[in-house]
Nanobody
C-alpha cells in the first residue's frame, strides 16, 4: 500500500531554514506528481507546492513563493521541501501527498518561533 513518511520538521527561529523530506513507497513514485500540504492549528489543510512527475514543473502557493523549493529524487523515491526565511505563519504540520492518492503520512511539525 501507499506509504508516505515525512521527516525533518522542528523548531526554528524566524528567518531560519528547514528541509523536509518525504520517503514514498508502495507505488511507482516516478510517474506521479507530488505535493506538499500544510495544516495550521484551527485551519484547513492548504496546498503549499506541487512538482510534476519528472520534476520539470513546479507550483507554489503565493504565501511561500520565493522562499520554498520543492524537489524530488526519483531514483530514491524521495520528495523534498526546502524552506527558507521562515515566518511564524509557516507554523503547521506539513504533509506530502501523491496526486491521485488519498493516502497521507503522519506529517512533520514545523514551528517557527523566537
Amino acid at each position: 500500500q501507499v506509504q508516505l513518511v515525512e521527516s525533518g520538521g522542528g523548531l526554528v527561529q524566524p528567518g531560519g531554514s528547514l528541509r523536509l523530506s518525504c520517503a514514498a513507497s508502495g507505488f511507482i513514485f516516478s510517474v506521479y506528481a507530488m505535493r506538499w500540504y500544510r495544516q495550521a492549528p484551527g485551519k484547513e489543510r492548504e496546498l503549499v507546492a506541487t512538482i510534476s512527475f519528472g520534476g520539470g514543473s513546479t507550483y507554489y502557493a503565493e504565501s511561500v513563493k520565493g522562499r520554498f523549493t520543492i524537489s524530488r529524487d526519483n531514483a530514491k523515491n524521495m520528495l523534498y521541501l526546502q524552506m527558507m526565511n521562515l515566518k511564524p505563519e509557516d507554523t503547521a504540520v506539513y504533509y506530502c501527498n501523491a496526486v491521485g492518492f488519498g493516502s497521507w503520512g503522519q506529517g512533520a511539525q514545523v514551528t517557527v518561533s523566537s
